[in-house]
């Protein structure tokens, strides 16, 4: 599986930014997709987890009414849609995909697209 982000760039506060991720190969027994991000002196943390259907998401309370995770399955793509940003969102995204063949889990991640928010 390879995954592709695009969409970062720099942004004023309150502005808004569209990340995509295009997900490629073998997808069978794909479980979980999500995206994740890490800022400078940090740990990587989850933002926001959609099922492979795009019937369900979870989001951090961090960003719960302002970031939207969709999924295109007509273009295996994952979005994530992200409004009223603030600096404290600045950081590199990651998106990644999950899948289980029998007992093991596969575990893929983007290269990351950087997020820079100023106030």
């Known amino acids: 599986v390879q995954l592709v982000e695009s969409g970062g760039g720099l942004v004023q506060a309150g502005g808004s930014l569209r990340l995509s991720c295009v997900v490629s190969?073998?997808?069978?027994?794909?479980?979980?997709m999500g995206w994740y991000r890490q800022a400078p002196g940090k740990q990587r943390e989850r933002v926001a987890l959609?099922?492979?259907?795009?019937?369900?998401?979870n989001y951090e309370n961090f960003v719960k009414g302002r970031f939207t995770i969709s999924r295109d399955n007509a273009k295996n793509t994952m979005y994530l849609q992200m409004n009223n940003l603030k600096p404290e969102d600045t950081a590199v995204y990651y998106c990644?995909?999950?899948?289980?063949?029998?007992?093991?889990?596969?575990?893929?991640w983007g290269q990351g697209t950087q997020v820079t928010v100023s106030s």
């Open positions: 990644n995909v999950v899948t289980i063949h029998g007992p093991t889990v596969y575990d893929y």
């Open positions: 190969g073998d997808t069978i027994g794909l479980n979980a």
């Open positions: 959609i099922t492979p259907d795009g019937g369900s998401t």
